[in-house]
């Protein structure tokens, strides 16, 4: 069983910053990739920024220069710091991981999403 647990989520005005953090737990043999995706209402999913499992990071090009992944291996958390906020970043924000468990079977998973909600 894994859980990935998010928290930070809230209501700041057009400007302000937030930051999320994601925690994984469980029978986790190695963590493959963990990162963020958001959902606006009326819109698909998208990825907003990820770490690989090398260390590498990736980010959507609305969030370049504003947003900032960061990783705690050994609490196995992510986080996403978010400056400069828009009021377009309104959105449900998801932690995804991909992970192998101790039974060596290889999953996708979902936290319950965290609502950011930015004011103008």
């Known amino acids: 069983q894994v859980q990935l647990v998010e928290s930070g989520g809230g209501l700041v005005q057009a400007g302000g910053s937030l930051r999320l953090s994601c925690a994984a737990s469980?029978?986790?043999?190695?963590?493959?990739?963990m990162g963020w995706y958001r959902q606006a209402p009326g819109k698909q999913r998208e990825s907003v920024a990820g770490?690989?499992?090398?260390?590498?990071?990736n980010y959507a090009d609305s969030v370049k220069g504003r947003f900032t992944i960061s990783r705690d291996t050994a609490k196995k958390t992510v986080y996403l710091q978010m400056n400069l906020l828009k009021p377009d970043d309104t959105a449900v924000y998801y932690c995804?991981?991909?992970?192998?468990?101790?039974?060596?079977?290889?999953?996708?998973?979902w936290g319950q999403g965290t609502q950011v909600t930015v004011s103008s």
């Open positions: 995804n991981a991909d992970i192998t468990t101790f039974s060596t079977r290889r999953d996708d998973y």
């Open positions: 469980g029978t986790i043999f190695r963590i493959n990739y």
């Open positions: 770490f690989t499992r090398g260390g590498s990071t």
